[in-house]
Nanobody
Framework: QVQLVESGGGLVQAGGSLRLSCGAS????????MGWFRQAPRKGREFVAA????????FHADSVKGRFTISRDNLKNLIYLQMNSLNPEDTAVYYC???????????????????????WGQGTQVTVSS
């Protein structure tokens, strides 16, 4: 059983920064690849960023490249999403996600597919005011 809990959302002015965190509760010795998605009102859930289990590979959506950075601390079982230069279009509920430990490795072709991700957090609201 995998449980994911996000934190760090809030209200920020355009141009500001926020850092989201996601803690993963997993079996001892299990380290998962993980990712971030977001869902704005009246829109579908979209891929934001992902990171492999050892942090060697990262993926970022084109819409956030150069502004958002995903990272992880495996000693703490945490991943982070550092969000800089936020704009109102970034307003959404942000979800942490993880694939099955037995699933395929992350690639640039599969990270955006919702079907890859088996576990989801409850989401944290990010609101960017203009």
């Amino acid at each position: 059983q995998v449980q994911l809990v996000e934190s760090g959302g809030g209200l920020v002015q355009a141009g500001g920064s926020l850092r989201l965190s996601c803690g993963a509760s997993v079996s001892t010795g299990t380290i998962l690849s993980m990712g971030w998605f977001r869902q704005a009102p009246r829109k579908g859930r979209e891929f934001v960023a992902a990171i492999s289990w050892n942090g060697a590979d990262t993926f970022h959506a084109d819409s956030v490249k150069g502004r958002f950075t995903i990272s992880r601390d495996n000693l703490k079982n945490l991943i982070y999403l550092q969000m800089n230069s936020l704009n109102p279009e970034d307003t959404a509920v942000y979800y942490c996600a993880a694939p099955s430990p037995h699933g395929p490795a992350l690639t640039g072709s599969n990270v955006g597919s919702l079907s890859l991700w088996d576990y989801w957090g409850q989401g944290t609201q990010v609101t960017v005011s203009s």
